[in-house]
């Protein structure tokens, strides 16, 4: 696939399953600055004024869950009145499997695939989802710093962009779905997205409109989030990642701590691929690791670049074989993962799940940092 038109959307932190992402790594960001060693599995299903979420964990949770996810949803912008109040059902349980013992062992428990991607530009991602996730941001930004504060919370971006011989020359579409409490001209809404939206996205990304580009702005009135439409905590995985560039297990990685193969694994993946990028060995670089429960190393590891590389792909994953530890339990240490939550004021993977697991701008994830440059090169 060298020439085609790719597309990719990100939706911002209102969406109801990106509150669902969110309310999950807070129970996860809650359990591991406490200090606790052991696992914890948290999912959420949202719906208009009820919440269902569902814990596992190695030792009782001492977090009040209920306020937890009240907290996240206000924080989201539905704290109005009488319609986003929140009532919360609550499942917690222990689970024998995820006791501190049991995770030392440092063995997955479950069996996955995981892909990660980088290539030379901007953030080392492809153009179509970085471009999305910036319309979001952006939207997101405009409404919580009053700027347009009759924006609200729920809404969404997508975009297309055009690629010859696997560069991406030109954006070719964009629809912006959002909702406003009063009703904007049509002319007013669109001039305001181009000038303080679309322009500044395409220009951070150092891309162009096409000259013929086709624009959909989707405006409707309240109500949105919940009260509409439900979430589901791991609905959003092609955000969380690549967007539609890049091919992904589909397993969720918001609510699961750092013994969990099927989220480590995303991270390990793509800071092998971007070492590649960085230690100039590519132009661009999927790295595939398939691990199976009771082995702690991956039992495969597989490296396209495109006929990009500097050197044969095969060539490049024995480097990556010979060089890089792979084991589940030193990829948590590498990246401190058990850690970071406590480190960083009792606040990480939540932030993590409200616009993209990889290849942020706005936060330091240690996976994407070209750290294994000088290791390979």
């Known amino acids: ?20 992402d969110q309310i999950s790594d807070a129970v996860v960001d809650a359990w591991l600055t406490e200090g606790n060693r052991g696992g914890v599995n948290a999912e959420c299903a949202i719906a208009s004024g009820v919440a269902f979420l569902a814990v596992r964990s190695g030792a009782p949770v001492s977090a009040d869950l209920a306020a937890l996810v009240r907290r996240v949803v206000a924080a989201a912008g539905y704290n109005g009145g009488d319609k986003d109040r929140m009532s919360v059902i609550l499942d917690v349980a222990q689970d024998a499997a995820l006791t501190p013992e049991q995770v030392a062992k440092g063995l997955p428990r479950h069996m996955v695939t995981a892909i990660g991607y980088a290539c030379e530009g901007p953030g080392a991602m492809p153009a179509p989802v970085m471009l999305a996730r910036r319309m979001a941001r952006l939207m997101w930004a405009a409404r919580v710093d009053g700027r347009r504060g009759w924006l609200l919370p729920d809404a969404k971006a997508q975009v297309a962009v055009r690629f010859e011989d696997r560069h991406a020359m030109e954006v070719t579409a964009v629809t912006l779905a959002l909702a406003t409490e009063t009703k904007i001209p049509e002319a007013s809404l669109e001039s305001l997205l181009r000038e303080e939206v679309i ?3 395409l220009e951070a990304q150092g891309l162009e409109a096409a000259p013929d580009l086709w624009l959909s702005v989707q405006d409707g009135l309240g ?29 969720a990685l918001s609510g699961k701590d750092p013994s969990r193969i099927d989220r480590v694994a995303d991270y390990a993946a793509r800071h092998a691929a971007r070492g590649v990028i960085a230690a100039g060995l590519a132009r661009e670089c999927e790295v595939q690791l398939t691990w199976v429960p009771g082995d702690a190393s991956p039992v495969s590891i597989e490296v396209d670049t495109w006929q ?4 044969p792909d095969v060539d490049i994953k024995r480097l990556l074989q010979d060089r890089v530890d792979f084991r589940l339990a030193a990829i948590a240490e590498r990246f401190g993962l058990w850690s970071l939550p406590g480190d960083r004021g009792g606040r990480f993977y939540q ?17 994407d940092a070209p750290s294994l440059a000088n290791d390979l090169a």
Not at 1 to 20: E, I, Q
């Open 351 to 367: 932030d993590l799940a409200s616009c993209g697991q990889i290849g942020r701008d706005d936060m330091e994830l240690p996976w």
């Open 1 to 20: 696939m060298r020439n085609f038109v790719m597309t990719s959307d990100a939706v911002t932190m209102g969406h109801p399953d990106k509150l669902c």
């Open 199 to 201: 322009g500044p996205t």
């Open 308 to 311: 990009s590389g500097r050197m």
């Open 223 to 251: 109500p949105v989030g919940p009260a509409v439409h439900t979430g589901l905590t791991g609905r959003k995985t092609g955000q969380d990642g690549y967007g539609s560039f890049v091919r992904h297990s589909g397993s």
